[in-house]
């Protein structure tokens, strides 16, 4: 079997080794050339665990390439971004995938099999894909398979979750489900759930509009408590010992191509309908302005001073930065404020400092925006070069609080004045 995996990224390109690891004749195609450039050298554009190991022993084999066109083959896997349109609901961006479908049409041949794995809005398997190729004369079901199979995979267990999850079959016919597990039986070790085109995009959705509602729960819940005075995680904490309950963490916000995207697909689909879904979208937006406040209550706007942001992924120990919360709220305290903001992030490489140290120095807060390993125990020689040793914990990892002067997070805030 040889399969063209469309875009390189996140999704793609672990998808695209994890085949070639498997035996598959694998062409990875993208259209950024420092991508495919770096690609051939052996080098990995993005930081994931295994994925130098697994590229290395792909070329080694002779099962993967990278390259700027694709070629004829058995199967074409799209995973191009789909970003969110400045529009009224944040709808789905296609233009990526269209210009896949384009690139692809030349080489697509009756018996192939298309797949897209890129997140879509719904329907867009129903109104956009199948007519694009229907009206090239191909049959859907009988001389083209297509589907809507993505992903669910947590960055830093990519590799591990692509071959344990159990993997969406979303075929637009019974037909072009049976191909499509087919095709992914070559490494998937969980069950392959097969559906219908539209249910698989609107699960997909779903299941990171669902953690999207509960953290807006638990940021709302934040800031009830500090209306109120009450510690929100002790709240959490105690609540979660029931047996039917689970909410999750608070935190700054919410980022990556999941959570802080996925939600908006859903309300532009149906917007009328979707007010809970409209609602959480707004409380885990506005949560950074939140910690705005609460930075500002802590060391006065007046007084000046150095704020170290201390994380600017959007998640602990990768070095994805998309939608990341801290990135927005860097920005607006720099619009915002007086303050001197230095940022340091050991994995992402558009922090301002490449040492903790270089950030605490001379700091009058130190904000924990990212749940990075690093930041579970600052050094302590690292707190005395603080200017005041004071810091806000907005994920709630800190083990050595009693090394500080003082220590804020989001159970124990600074009181509102």
Request: proline content about 6%.
């Amino acid at each position: 079997m040889k399969i063209n995996v469309i875009g390189l990224g996140y999704i793609g390109l672990p998808t695209a080794i994890t085949f070639a690891h498997y035996g598959v004749e694998v062409v990875g195609v993208d259209i950024s050339e420092a991508v495919v450039d770096s690609l051939q050298r052996g080098q990995a554009p993005i930081e994931e665990p295994e994925i130098e190991t697994y590229l290395a022993k792909a070329l080694e084999n002779q099962k993967f390439k990278a390259q700027l066109v694709p070629e004829k083959s058995d199967a074409f896997i799209i995973a191009v971004p789909t970003p969110n349109k400045e529009d009224q609901y944040g709808s789905c961006d296609l233009t990526y995938l269209k210009a896949a479908m384009q690139a692809v049409l030349p080489y697509v041949e009756k018996g192939n099999t298309v797949i897209v794995e890129s997140t879509i809005q719904p329907r867009t398997m129903e109104d956009l894909v199948a007519p694009f190729f229907e009206a090239e004369g191909f049959v859907i079901g009988q001389d083209l398979y297509l589907l809507h199979c993505p992903e669910r995979v947590l960055p830093g267990k990519i590799f591990e979750e692509l071959i344990r999850n159990n993997r969406i079959i979303g075929g637009m016919t019974a037909a072009c489900i049976d191909q499509g597990k087919k095709i992914y039986q070559t490494f998937v070790q969980g069950e392959m759930l097969g559906t219908s085109a539209g249910i698989a995009e609107l699960s997909k959705l779903m299941e990171n509009t669902y953690r999207d509602v509960n953290i807006a729960l638990a940021n709302e819940l934040v800031q009830i408590g500090d209306r109120l005075n009450i510690d929100a995680l002790e709240v959490i904490r105690l609540a979660n010992q029931h047996p039917r309950v689970n909410i999750h963490q608070p935190g700054p916000g919410v980022g990556g191509h999941c959570l802080a995207v996925d939600p908006y697909f859903v309300v532009a689909a149906a917007p009328e309908k979707a007010k809970l879904i409209q609602l959480g979208r707004e409380i885990n937006a506005n949560m950074p302005e939140f910690i705005i406040k609460k930075i500002k209550e802590i060391v006065p706007d007046h007084k000046g001073g150095k704020i170290a942001i201390l994380g600017l992924a959007y998640k602990g120990n990768i070095d994805d930065a998309r939608e990341s919360p801290a990135i927005d709220i860097v920005a607006r305290l720099r619009q915002q404020s007086n303050y001197e903001v230095v940022t340091y992030d050991p994995y992402v490489p558009i922090s301002d400092v490449s040492q903790l140290e270089e950030a605490l120095s001379g700091s009058d807060l130190a904000v924990i925006l990212c749940d990075h390993d690093v930041f579970k125990e600052i050094p302590t020689e690292s707190i005395e070069e603080m200017n005041q040793a004071v810091v806000f914990d907005t994920k709630n990892i800190l083990t050595n609080i009693s090394s500080f002067e003082q220590a804020y997070s989001l159970g124990k805030l600074p009181v509102t004045k």
